[in-house]
């Protein structure tokens, strides 16, 4: 199958119809234990389904074919995978992280794993210089998202990763708003990918779920011993949906990248905002090594808007087809606010030095009608203009 182009093996890989019925889609296999032949003989390594389940199997497989990759590694969800990673190394070990990255990695490394011994330091991984400059002697691993969340910076990933070979270092990308579709990090010398397969992968917005691929045997060995472990597999339900999806990442995928375009282009040159963020558009400062390294620019947009707080809620709470929601990579759209809401347990100092600001807004472009969207932008923004100001008063944050 690995010969094969994507959209084949985005329906195929890792999926053959059941041997028993013939049925063409994976059964979910809803078990917790399975009968053994004789003590310690089980049929195809299965004997718990905290261990292995068929499904999940299934699942593992067809992700991996995705991302042009050995073993995937299935978790319930993205932070799962994160934490797996971690526990790979030990008290005193050091990370590299990249310096603008989903609140609920900074989370984990600044509320969880830093009490543990595991120290950290970010770094703007746009700057090689810098890059460079901020390894240790105890770096064990460098974590860092392209494109990043919420500024949609660009990294290079050939360059960070070989930096980390260079150090002794492990390296983890976290595709999840590229996609395997659109980037491969792989093969741009990853030693591991990380997805959040609640976004895009899954597609749907009704699934929470993570997942790591890599190349080398011995890693995945260490990491499917984390997983049986640690425990936080994701149920066979969960594994079903996920494979329903990916059949489809392909054709969604094009669709969330056309509507981007657009609404990107229309924003850029709107009155009411301020600057918009898109790795399409020439004007991203990382452009080029976008143009690189990924095959089409993806579906999210962030722009900060004139104004403030007051003009960002007016804005978001006059949307009618964008949904006010965190998370995002579902066929619907949503949008939400950063310092408020997916981005609120990063420390203000941090947010401002990223440009987290009270007017920065970050949309989630669905496969819907663009124009339907873009009428919905359109009407949202005029709502800015009309409002009384002040609408509202600066929101206490915890």
């Known amino acids: ?56 199997t299934a699942l593992e497989a067809n992700l991996a074919s995705l991302e042009g990759g050995k073993h995937g590694i299935c ?60 390894f240790t002697g105890k770096t064990r691993l460098v974590w860092l998202e392209t494109p990043t969340n919420p500024m949609l910076k660009i990294v290079d990933i050939a360059m960070v990763t070989a930096l980390a070979r260079e150090k002794g270092a492990l390296s983890v990308v976290d595709n999840t708003f590229a996609t395997p579709y659109l980037q491969n990090p792989l093969a741009l010398g990853a030693d591991i990918v990380s997805h959040s397969c609640t976004k895009y992968l899954g597609g749907h917005s009704d699934l929470v779920s993570g997942a790591l691929i890599v190349n080398d045997d011995d890693l995945a060995a260490r990491l499917h011993y984390i997983q049986n472990a640690v425990g936080a597999v994701p149920a066979p339900w969960d594994c079903f949906l996920l494979l329903r999806s990916t059949k489809t990442l392909h054709v969604r995928m094009e669709r969330h990248c ?39 620019f993806g579906g999210m947009i962030t722009m900060t808007l004139k104004g403030g707080l007051a003009e960002s809620r007016t804005f978001l709470e006059s949307l009618r087809l964008f949904s006010l929601a965190e998370s995002l990579g579902g066929v619907e759209s949503l949008i939400e606010h950063p310092a408020i809401m997916t981005h609120a347990s990063v420390d203000a100092d941090a947010r401002e030095a990223l440009g987290i600001t009270d007017g920065l807004v970050r949309l ?35």
Request: hydrophobic fraction near 40%; glycine fraction near 6%; include cysteine.
């Open 1 to 56: 199958m690995s010969n094969k182009h994507f959209a084949t093996r985005a329906i195929h890989a890792g999926q053959e119809p059941d041997p028993t019925t013939g049925a063409i889609m994976t059964p979910v296999y809803q078990t917790s234990t399975y009968v053994q032949t004789s003590p310690g003989r089980y049929i195809d390594n299965f004997d718990y389904s905290r261990s292995a389940n068929p499904t999940r």
């Open 75 to 134: 978790f319930a969800s993205g932070v799962a995978s994160l934490a797996a990673c971690i526990h790979l190394l030990s008290a005193g070990d050091h990370v590299l992280l990249c310096d603008d990255v989903y609140g609920g990695t900074f989370r984990m490394f600044n509320n969880v794993f830093e009490q543990l011994g595991i120290n950290f330091t970010r770094v703007d991984m746009t700057n090689a210089a810098l890059t460079r400059a901020a």
């Open 258 to 296: 056309a509507n981007a375009k657009r609404i990107a282009d229309y924003l850029a040159d709107h009155s009411r905002v301020e600057r918009v963020f898109y790795p399409g558009r020439s004007d991203h400062p990382q452009h080029a090594i976008a143009a690189q390294q990924m095959s089409d």
């Open 364 to 398: 989630s472009v669905g496969i819907e009608d663009a124009d339907d969207l873009l009428g919905d932008l359109d009407q949202a923004l005029s709502a800015i203009r009309t409002a009384t100001p002040p609408a509202y008063k600066m929101a206490a944050r915890s």
